[in-house]
């Protein structure tokens, strides 16, 4: 208890010259990827004349709306050296929880609470499992991957709900002075995630369970309490992305969110958080996800065929990978 009062009460800067050095690094990272983000959007407003316009600007913000909002709960994750694979599956399930309570006549104040409990237990699951009982994340949430989306098939029994509650489908397709909910939502996430993550005593845990979880252990760190929140946060994360994209759909598909967990990864990874821990920022999984957004966006005006998107797509990932593994090795940390 007394390492914490240290901890909340010293500037963390001052601490911790590695912490800083981090910070400096996820600054430069993050320049990096928005650097890659002007250049596309230069290259794409010359090749596509209406890429540049207000109203397509506002269709990729909502495009990548549940992308981001998923990556923003994978950053807590992945920077403690985690992972969470059932992201995309927990969507399915969330979108199938809050719809069929809106078919059965429940407004939509208690449907949307309802829908975001289920994935705070859904992480609550992943994070006992990898916290509580030591299993790997890659192996809890690959499983939880499955039975998940098995869970939404039998739910739904193999076909589309829909829901006709309009205070639903205003989460997903409203409009406030001017500005989509999906995006007003994103953003909201993104404000209350950077807050968590850089000026509370949680986000400094965060990174040093993620740095060096002995090294936390011995601080005085609740390194398993803080493994189990990140997975929570993920859940919820991925809940209220499966709220803004059934509500936009007006309904519940079986197969809704599958691919996701790779695109929210691969902006994550892009914003420059290492999969090896201890590294990373929301600033940048935002940027990695509007990359990726804008790339489909650009793509899809040039009339390029989707079946060249995804190859673009796929070799993007492997880039994104490729500059975690250099990021590691110059930081010294992972294998030379």
């Known amino acids: 208890m007394e390492t914490t009062s240290v901890i909340e009460a010293a500037p963390p800067d001052r601490r911790d010259p590695r912490r800083r050095l981090r910070r400096r690094g996820s600054v430069a990272d993050w320049l990096g990827v928005l650097s890659a983000l002007l250049v596309l959007v230069i290259v794409f407003a010359i090749a596509a004349p209406y890429f540049f316009t207000v109203p397509n600007l506002l269709d990729i913000a909502r ?156 601080a005085g760190i609740p390194v398993r309490r803080v493994l189990v929140w990140v997975y929570v946060l993920s859940g919820l994360c991925a809940a209220i992305g499966g709220v803004i994209a059934s509500a936009r759909l007006q309904s519940s598909v079986p197969d809704l969110g599958t691919g996701y967990e790779l695109s929210a990864i691969a902006a994550v990874v892009l914003g420059g958080t290492s999969l090896m821990g201890g590294r990373g920022s929301l600033t940048g999984t935002f940027l990695g996800a509007a990359i990726m957004g804008v790339l489909v966006n650009g793509m899809t005006l040039l009339d390029v065929s989707s079946f060249y998107q995804q190859i673009i797509q796929g070799a993007v990932i492997v880039v994104a990978v490729a500059l975690d593994r250099l990021r590691s090795r110059r930081a010294g940390a992972g294998p030379a």
Do not use: C, K
């Open 63 to 218: 495009q990548i709306a549940v992308t981001a909002v998923l990556g923003a709960g994978l950053t807590f994750v992945i920077i403690t050296a985690g992972i969470d694979l059932s992201v995309g599956s927990a969507v399915g399930v969330t979108a199938f929880v809050a719809v069929s309570l809106s078919l059965h006549g429940v407004t939509a104040l208690v449907a949307l609470p309802a829908a975001l409990a289920a994935g705070v237990v859904v992480g609550l699951v992943n994070g006992v499992l990898v916290a509580g009982l030591g299993l790997a994340p890659f192996i809890v949430t690959l499983a939880a991957l499955t039975y998940l989306r098995g869970v939404t098939y039998v739910g739904t029994g193999g076909t589309t709900l829909f829901s006709t509650d309009l205070g639903y489908a205003a989460v997903g397709s409203g409009v406030v002075l001017g500005v989509p909910t999906p995006v007003l939502v994103m953003v909201a996430v993104f404000a209350i995630g950077g807050y968590l993550l850089n000026r509370t005593v949680f986000g400094r845990w965060v990174f040093a369970v993620g740095g060096n979880p002995e090294a936390a252990r011995l």
